[in-house]
Each structure stands twice: as structure tokens, then as C-alpha cells.
């Protein structure tokens, strides 16, 4: 991702804090709740996500903090793997 996120990132990794980075895709307006998470050293998969999607994850990691616990966790729409998202 962006040298600018990827230095922050490596910031508050190489910390003490505990921490959760959230990678969302392209973020879209779409009412629905449907994604998939992918980690650090995984690859990143699909190019888009809802809003509604990102804020779910967001609300299970409050509610469960020790969920993706010292995580970089990539979050993004199933079968969304192309170039760009759709409304590019």
C-alpha cells in the first residue's frame, strides 16, 4: 500500500501498544454486509468493500478485542480480484 500508511503501519507495529490496522479496499456505499480478511503476509485480495462491511468488522473488534490483537488485517469483498473496483 501507500509508502506514507506503510511507514505508519511499521510504526505502531514495531510499538508496545496493542493494536488492530484495518486495510479496507475501495470503500463503497453498497448496503450490504459481505467480506473477507486477509493478513499481513497474506495477499491482498479484491479491489472494493462496503462501508457497512468495514464497520461490522469494526464493531466485532470492539466487542472482542482480542480478535485480530496485534493484527494487520486487509479487509475486502469476495470475489472482487480485478484491476480496479467496479465503478472505475
Known amino acids: 500500500y501507500l509508502p506514507i500508511y506503510k511507514k505508519a503501519a511499521d510504526t505502531i507495529e514495531s510499538s508496545k501498544l496493542n493494536y488492530t490496522i484495518l486495510r479496507p479496499a475501495w470503500l463503497s456505499d453498497i448496503n450490504e454486509i459481505d467480506y473477507e480478511i486477509t493478513h499481513k503476509n497474506e495477499p491482498f485480495k479484491g479491489t472494493e468493500v462496503s462501508r457497512k462491511s468495514v464497520a461490522a468488522v469494526a464493531v466485532q473488534i470492539a ?18 480480484d480485478f484491476s480496479k473496483p467496479r465503478w472505475k
Open 63 to 80: 466487542k472482542n478485542p482480542e480478535l485480530y490483537l496485534n493484527d494487520n488485517i486487509g479487509i475486502s469483498k469476495p470475489n472482487t
